[in-house]
């Protein structure tokens, strides 16, 4: 079975340009979350779909950060304009929601550097 | 404020060493996860526990969930360096649709 992935795993940008990451999450799996990471820390929530509905972005920088999951499946992360202080991993995550498990499946994240 | 509390920040051991990591909260959880994470990759899942004084062990990875299901050990023996990376506990709080939260992490090294 194919994991999460994630594209591109690298991105290198110059502060106040768009950049957009896109994840695909295991198949059935009908969660998916957006993380952010900085080095050494654990990752922060950014936002998190349930099936096409987000279900929780009080996280979300709203100002310049946008989502969407059109269908249910695939997810892309927009910022725009990216700011110095976004340099960080973003990570994906996907999870079947059931019982009182809340596991999650990670992609291999995408390393953003703002320059 | 940190709903989930990790320590030591920071354990760098000896091969063959035992060592303990802990996750404390003042929230109760309904299931909690501990992930391991190696440089330049996601964090990949080591376990689940749902009931309260669960142990659950993993090869030589044993992990405890406390009776009030607050907090969480992850005990490992005979360290070896396969086992160096960040280990990160999560919490999915009782209430439905609540969101994970993860802990600042444990970074672990194991030196040969």
């Known amino acids: 079975e194919a994991g999460v992935v994630q594209s591109p795993r690298y991105k290198i940008i110059e502060k106040k340009q768009p950049v957009a990451f896109w994840c695909n999450p295991i198949s059935g799996h009908n969660t998916l979350y957006w993380y952010r990471q900085n080095l050494g820390q654990g990752p922060e929530l950014l936002i998190r779909?349930?099936?096409?509905?987000?279900?929780?972005d009080s996280q979300l920088p709203k100002d310049r950060f946008s989502a969407e999951r059109l269908k249910g499946v695939d997810s892309t992360l927009k910022i725009q304009p990216a700011e110095l202080g976004d340099s960080a991993v973003y990570l994906c995550?996907?999870?079947?929601?059931?019982?009182?498990?809340?596991?999650?499946?990670f992609g291999p994240g995408t390393r953003l550097t703002v320059t | 404020t940190q709903l989930l509390e990790q320590s030591p920040q920071f354990l760098s051991i000896q091969e063959g060493e035992n060592l303990t990591v802990y996750c404390n909260s003042s929230?109760?959880?309904?299931?909690l996860q501990w992930y391991r994470q190696e440089p330049g990759e996601g964090p990949v899942l080591l376990v689940t526990v749902v009931t309260g004084g669960e142990v659950k062990k993993l090869k030589r990875l044993t992990f405890q969930f406390g009776d009030a299901r607050k907090d969480s050990s992850l005990h490992i023996t005979a360290a070896q360096p396969g086992d160096t990376g960040l280990y990160l506990c999560?919490?999915?709080?009782?209430?439905?649709?609540?969101?994970?939260?993860f802990g600042p992490g444990t970074s672990l090294s194991v030196i040969p």
């Open positions: 995550a996907s999870s079947l929601v059931g019982g009182s498990s809340y596991e999650q499946y």
């Open positions: 779909y349930e099936n096409e509905e987000a279900v929780d």
């Open positions: 999560a919490g999915a709080k009782e209430t439905s649709y609540d969101k994970v939260i």
């Open positions: 929230s109760v959880f309904s299931s």
